[in-house]
């Protein structure tokens, strides 16, 4: 038998009181925390968020520009993230055969292993040649984030 029942057929008084305080000990206790300080919290977590979203924006706008090892001798713009396979990435590739000129393989020598991220940092006619590539597929966009 419980206490709970226990004090309902006890005819003792005092020992119908002392199993209350007994059951009333077992319930346990709640905090009250005052409003502001909750809403305080939310909003603290809610810019840690916010700095968190921005830095991943941040990640996502990045371009990195680099060459394909293989046969297929192409370049290829990154724009996006993307761990262990998952993510947003976007990849765009440009054929060598379709901006090529007399010192390209001269240029592509100077830039080999480099994480580029803006045309800027590109051989100045390998940069013209991969902006008008882009501008001639109507991809302005991705022009805008290498400069």
Partial sequence: MNK???????????????ALLFVIEQIPTITVVPEDVVVENINKVGQ?????????????????????????????????IEILGTGAALITTIPLQ??????????????????ISKLSELP????NKIKGYLLMKDREDIVEQLT
């Fill in 98 to 115: 379709e901006i090529s000129y007399a010192e390209l393989k001269e240029d592509l020598q100077r830039i080999k292993g480099e994480n």
């Fill in 48 to 80: 840690e968020l916010g700095t968190k979203v921005d830095g991943l924006s941040q990640e996502i706008n990045e371009i990195r520009i680099s060459l394909s090892p293989g046969i297929t001798q192409e370049i290829e713009i990154s724009s996006g």
């Fill in 124 to 127: 100045k006619r390998l940069a």
């Fill in 4 to 18: 709970i029942e226990a004090m309902r057929y006890e005819r003792n008084l005092i020992k119908q009181y002392e």
